[in-house]
């Protein structure tokens, strides 16, 4: 008699333990998996800091042939500060809108100046401006596919529970309009 019950409470210590171990392993990927999204996240922000960079260098470029409201400057500058300040995907998404606005209107410029389109400073930034664009879209590739993990995790059984009794919530998806899912063409034909 007890015998059995001995082997009735190490089986009910083992499932309770098991539960104990599995809410842990759940939550830490949790963690790891919100971990992933902020530091690609960050990611992103560093190389939209760095196709501003960019730009306001095909600016000073530019600048000589064409003719630039100052506001195009401060525009830049202003969202150069903005990018490594915001905290959400609505937030960049803005930004990138705007940046990506910015950079075809300095694009129309190079494309009415032919011998702008030659110099090799002005082909070396475009260079490195489509290689910050395949940067940006790898991270948000990267960003999103992490987030669809983590909500998936929230929505099955299950890390549900443990989502629900931690007071996890899902994450936002890097989403873009329409009109901006393509990378801007940063090449022309001479």
Known sequence: MHFLIYAILIVIVLIVLGFFVMFITTYNRFQQLKNGAEATFNQIKVAMKKRLDLLNELLESVKSYARYERDTF????????????????????????ETRALLGNILVSVENYPELKTSEPVQKLMEAANQVEDEIARLRYTYNNIVQEYNTMIDTIPSNVVASLMGLRKLDYLQFEEGIERRPELSWSV
């Open 74 to 97: 401060e525009r830049i500058t202003k969202l150069r500060t903005e990018v490594m300040k915001v905290n959400t995907p609505r937030d960049l998404q803005k930004i990138d809108a």
